[in-house]
């Protein structure tokens, strides 16, 4: 066939979207990884480069958003196909406040924090590792439109709230034992909050794609 044939055309656009969007996801997975480290090491010359590549983030959203009104005005795609443009706008907003919030984080590291709190980035860490392979998971599922990849990341959600709980509480306890540092938690705890606001992002991208293959929303709870 013609590679200029339409078919061969639309085909390639919405390979292309694809692509658009896995090429952000896996910046953002980057940016998250790479502010996670920064916090722990306290990296003021990391955290600078974190906040620079936000704008490439930005930068391929709006790229993402722009192919999608091409495709609908252009090729006029229907019933799944049209879900599919639709719902990767959504899935690079989610993205790109994952990468927000990897800036976030970035900027505390920058700051740093009280040296005696230490033990206590063993909260961060957890949560890290548990969202950086569940964004991962999430954009292969996304890649091969895996409901199952997706509501297996769905539900490991509820291991990154637990952490976030059992943090808060175990921080709360040193503070209201008048520990007289607990201010130094302040940027552990808005770091665990910004954490566990990724793994709500990941989980409405696994809801996306659950809508993308079924045409309803999908109805789970944790």
């Given at each position: 066939?013609?590679?200029?044939?339409?078919?061969?055309?639309?085909?390639?656009?919405?390979?292309?979207?694809?692509?658009?969007?896995?090429?952000?996801?896996?910046?953002?997975?980057?940016?998250?990884?790479?502010?996670?480290?920064?916090?722990?090491?306290?990296?003021?010359?990391?955290?600078?480069?974190?906040?620079?590549?936000?704008?490439?983030?930005?930068?391929?959203?709006?790229?993402?958003?722009?192919?999608?009104?091409?495709?609908?005005?252009?090729?006029?795609?229907?019933?799944?196909?049209?879900?599919?443009?639709?719902?990767?706008?959504?899935?690079?907003?989610?993205?790109?406040?994952?990468?927000?919030?990897?800036?976030?984080?970035?900027?505390?590291?920058?700051?740093?924090?009280?040296?005696?709190?230490?033990?206590?980035?063993?909260?961060?860490?957890?949560?890290?590792?548990?969202?950086?392979?569940?964004?991962?998971?999430?954009?292969?599922?996304?890649?091969?439109?895996?409901?199952?990849?997706?509501?297996?990341?769905?539900?490991?959600?509820?291991?990154?709230?637990?952490?976030?709980?059992?943090?808060?509480?175990?921080?709360?306890?040193?503070?209201?034992?008048?520990?007289?540092?607990?201010?130094?938690?302040?940027s552990l705890l808005f770091t665990m909050?910004?954490?566990?606001?990724?793994?709500?992002?990941?989980?409405?991208?696994?809801?996306?794609?659950?809508?993308?293959?079924?045409?309803?929303?999908?109805?789970?709870?944790?």
């Open positions: 066939m013609d590679m200029h044939h339409p078919l061969k055309v639309y085909e390639k656009e919405l390979s292309d979207l694809q692509a658009l969007v896995l090429e952000l996801g896996n910046l953002a997975l980057s940016q998250l990884t790479k502010a996670i480290n920064t916090f722990e090491e306290n990296n003021p010359e990391n955290a600078e480069a974190i906040i620079e590549t936000d704008k490439k983030v930005n930068d391929l959203e709006r790229e993402v958003d722009k192919m999608s009104l091409m495709i609908i005005t252009k090729m006029e795609p229907k019933a799944g196909d049209l879900r599919y443009v639709l719902t990767a706008s959504k899935i690079a907003s989610d993205i790109e406040r994952i990468a927000d919030y990897a800036k976030s984080i970035a900027k505390k590291g920058k700051r740093g924090f009280a040296e005696e709190h230490v033990q206590h980035l063993g909260y961060v860490q957890h949560m890290g590792q548990e969202l950086t392979a569940m964004l991962s998971s999430i954009l292969e599922a996304f890649k091969d439109l895996s409901v199952e990849k997706a509501l297996d990341v769905w539900h490991s959600d509820s291991n990154v709230d637990a952490l976030f709980k059992e943090g808060v509480s175990g921080m709360k306890n040193c503070v209201e034992a008048e520990d007289l540092e607990g201010k130094g938690f302040i909050r910004c954490l566990e606001r990724v793994g709500d992002h990941i989980t409405n991208i696994a809801e996306h794609i659950y809508f993308i293959k079924y045409a309803e929303f999908f109805g789970g709870k944790k």
